[in-house]
C-alpha cells in the first residue's frame, strides 16, 4: 500500500521544505521503508532548463535527462534514491500536457477548465511510474496563498480526499520568527499560514514550525490550540550547524514517530541512523581544513552551485577535513591581481557556466593552477577553460577560443551538433531552440589506461550526468597531448572528450559533466574525494 505525503510551505519561501522532504524520507528509509520524491513547481516555465541561475539556483540534472529543480538534489543526497524524469512537474509542463491533449481532441468536445482537467493531470503527475513504494513524499513549491499554487493546492485536496486518512498526510512547514526585542517567538504568522491553507480545503497533520531557536513547550501549546492539531504533532525545526543533522534532530524532535502514527505504523519499529550520526561526527568535529577557491560567475547566489558545494563537504567528509569554499566572481581576475584573491588556497574550481562573461577570468585562474602547481578541477565550462589555457600557452595556439563567444580562429570549443544518444543520432543547431536541446543525461565515458582518472575511478567505463552544448574539439587532440594535456576520458565512439588530466602537474582534472549531481554524504563522488585528498597533499607541502 502505497502512502502519500504532502508537503507544503507557508510564511515566507527558502524555509527549507526541500530538507525536510529529503530528511523525512532518510527517517523513513532508516525505519526500513522504501521512499520516492516529488517536486511539484508552481512556475510557468516547462522546467528550469532556461532560467537564470541567479534567479532559480542551479538546475539539478536526472540520469534519464531532465533538467530539475534543486530540490530534487536534497532528495537523492539525503535518501540515494535516484530521481526520474517523472519526479518533477510544473505549471508549463502541465498547462503544456492539457493543451496537446485539447488538441488532440481527447477531451471530446468538453470546455477544458482548470478543475477537472488541470488538476486531474496534476494527479495524473503524483499517482504515475510508481511501482512498490511505501511512501511518496510530494513537496509543493511555493507558499501557501500564492496564486500560481492554486491549482496544486486543489489537487492534493482531491487526492487525499480520493485516498483517504489511512493513506494520506498534510506536512505544513512554517516560520516563527523570533524577535530580539520581544525575547520571544511569534506565533501569529503560522496561525495565519494554517488558516490559508484551510481555506483551500486542507488541514494540516503535521506542522513543521522554523526557527533559530527551540520552540518553547506553552508556544507549542497556543500553535496546537489554534491551528487545530495536536502538540506532539507541532514539530521544533530550530537552525541546526550541517543539513544532514536536519534528520537527528526531527527524530529527536518525533517528527517520523508522528508520520508513522499517523498511518497506524508501530512506532517503535527498528531504526537505524548510524550512518547519519557518523555523518555530523565527521562534519563537526574534522582533522583539519583546507581552502577551495571556486572560481565563477554566480557567485552571488550560492544556491546557483548547491550541488557542487555539498560535494566538495562530502570531498571532506571522506578526508575528515573541514572545506571552506572562497567563492570568486571570475570578472575580478580580468580587473584585478590574481594573486591576491588565489594565494594560500589549496585547490581551484571553475564551474559551469554559460556565455563569455567572466571567460578569461576563468582561464586566467586555469593558468595560475597550473603554473603554481595548484590543485585544479574543472567542471564542464570549466574543463573548456582548461583546454583554451593549454592550447594558448602551452600548445601555441594564440587565437584559441570557443564558438560560443562568436566566431573564433581556433575553435578549440564548439558547438555540439550531432552525438549518440543510446543509439539514437540527435541533431542540434544554432537555430534550435535552448530549452531542452542541450546534451543532458547520463553518457557512458571510457577511461584511459594509467590515468589518474582510471586510478580514481577503479573502473574503465564509467556513466556521468551532462548538460552542455559546447564540446572540446576531438580534432585538436594530437597537438594539446604533445604539449602534456592527456585526454584520459573520451566518449565510447571516441568523438567527445569527456576528461582531461594535464600531466606532471600534482592533480589537474577536468571532466565535461557534472560529477556533483552524483554525490552524498554517505557516498562521495570519488573525483571530489581525490581532489580534497590532493587539497589536504598540498597544505602539507606549503
Known amino acids: 500500500m502505497i502512502r502519500f505525503v504532502f508537503i507544503t510551505g507557508g510564511v515566507v519561501s527558502s524555509l527549507g521544505k526541500g530538507i525536510s522532504s529529503g530528511a523525512l524520507g532518510a527517517l523513513l528509509q532508516a525505519r526500513g521503508f522504501k521512499v520516492r520524491l516529488r517536486k511539484l513547481d508552481p512556475y510557468l516555465n516547462v522546467d528550469p532548463g532556461t532560467m537564470s541561475p541567479t534567479q532559480h539556483g542551479e538546475v539539478f540534472v536526472t540520469d534519464d535527462g531532465a533538467e530539475t529543480d534543486l530540490d530534487l538534489g536534497h532528495y537523492e543526497r539525503f535518501t540515494g534514491v535516484v530521481s526520474r524524469r517523472s519526479d518533477n512537474v510544473t505549471t508549463g509542463k502541465i498547462y503544456s500536457e492539457v493543451i496537446t491533449r485539447e488538441r488532440r481532441g481527447d477531451y471530446l468536445g468538453a470546455t477544458v477548465q482548470v478543475i477537472p482537467h488541470v488538476t486531474d493531470a496534476i494527479k495524473d503527475f503524483i499517482s504515475a511510474d510508481l511501482t512498490d513504494e511505501d511512501f511518496v513524499i510530494c513537496e509543493i513549491g511555493g507558499t501557501v496563498g500564492d496564486i500560481e499554487s492554486l491549482p496544486f493546492l486543489e489537487a492534493i485536496r482531491q487526492k487525499a480526499n480520493e485516498l483517504g486518512p489511512e493513506r494520506s498526510l498534510f506536512i505544513h512547514l512554517t516560520l516563527l520568527p523570533h524577535l530580539t526585542v520581544a525575547g520571544e517567538v511569534k506565533t501569529k504568522p503560522t496561525q495565519h499560514s494554517v488558516k490559508e491553507l484551510q481555506s483551500v480545503g486542507i488541514k494540516a497533520d503535521v506542522l513543521l514550525c522554523r526557527s533559530d531557536t527551540s520552540i518553547p513547550l506553552e508556544a507549542r501549546r497556543k500553535i496546537a490550540l489554534f491551528c487545530n492539531v495536536r502538540p506532539e504533532r507541532v514539530i521544533s525545526a530550530p537552525d541546526v550547524d550541517t543539513i544532514y543533522e536536519v534528520p537527528l534532530v526531527y527524530h529527536e524532535q518525533g517528527f517520523d514517530t508522528e508520520v508513522c502514527k499517523h498511518f497506524g505504523i508501530e512506532s517503535n519499529r527498528k531504526l537505524n541512523l548510524r550512518r547519519w550520526h557518523d555523518i555530523v561526527r565527521r562534519t563537526k568535529n574534522p582533522e583539519g581544513q583546507v581552502r577551495i577557491a571556486v572560481v565563477g560567475k554566480y557567485t552571488e547566489l550560492p544556491d546557483a552551485y548547491k550541488s557542487l558545494a555539498e560535494a566538495l563537504d562530502h570531498g571532506g567528509i571522506a578526508n575528515n577535513v573541514g572545506v571552506k569554499m572562497n567563492w570568486i566572481d571570475s570578472e575580478i581576475f580580468e580587473k584585478e591581481e590574481i594573486v591576491h584573491h588565489l594565494e594560500g588556497v589549496q585547490g581551484i574550481l571553475v564551474p559551469g557556466g554559460f556565455g563569455e562573461r567572466g571567460a578569461e577570468g576563468k582561464i586566467a585562474a586555469v593558468k595560475f593552477a597550473r603554473e603554481h602547481k595548484v590543485p585544479y578541477f574543472g567542471i564542464c565550462f570549466g574543463m573548456q577553460m582548461a583546454v583554451i589555457e593549454v592550447a594558448r600557452n602551452l600548445a601555441g595556439i594564440l587565437e584559441a577560443g570557443s564558438t560560443e563567444f562568436g566566431p573564433v580562429d581556433e575553435q578549440v570549443v564548439g558547438l555540439l551538433?550531432?552525438?549518440?544518444?543510446?543509439?539514437?543520432?540527435?541533431?542540434?543547431?544554432?537555430?534550435?531552440?535552448?530549452?531542452?536541446?542541450?546534451?543532458?543525461?547520463?553518457?557512458?565515458?571510457?577511461l584511459k589506461q594509467g590515468s589518474l582518472a582510471r586510478e580514481v575511478y577503479r573502473t574503465d567505463k564509467i556513466v556521468e550526468r551532462h548538460r552542455h552544448r559546447y564540446e572540446v574539439n576531438i580534432s585538436y587532440l594530437e597537438k594539446l597531448e604533445s604539449c602534456g594535456l592527456s585526454f584520459s576520458g573520451l566518449s565510447p565512439d571516441g568523438r567527445l572528450p569527456e576528461i582531461v588530466e594535464l600531466k606532471g602537474h600534482p592533480w589537474f582534472v577536468g571532466v565535461q559533466f557534472h560529477p556533483e549531481l552524483r554525490s552524498k554524504p554517505f557516498d562521495p563522488h570519488p573525483l571530489f574525494e581525490s581532489f580534497i585528498r590532493a587539497a589536504v597533499d598540498h597544505s602539507r607541502l606549503v
Open 417 to 446: 551538433t550531432e552525438w549518440n544518444n543510446s543509439g539514437k543520432l540527435e541533431l542540434r543547431s544554432e537555430n534550435t531552440d535552448l530549452g531542452g536541446t542541450m546534451r543532458v543525461g547520463s553518457y557512458p565515458c571510457a
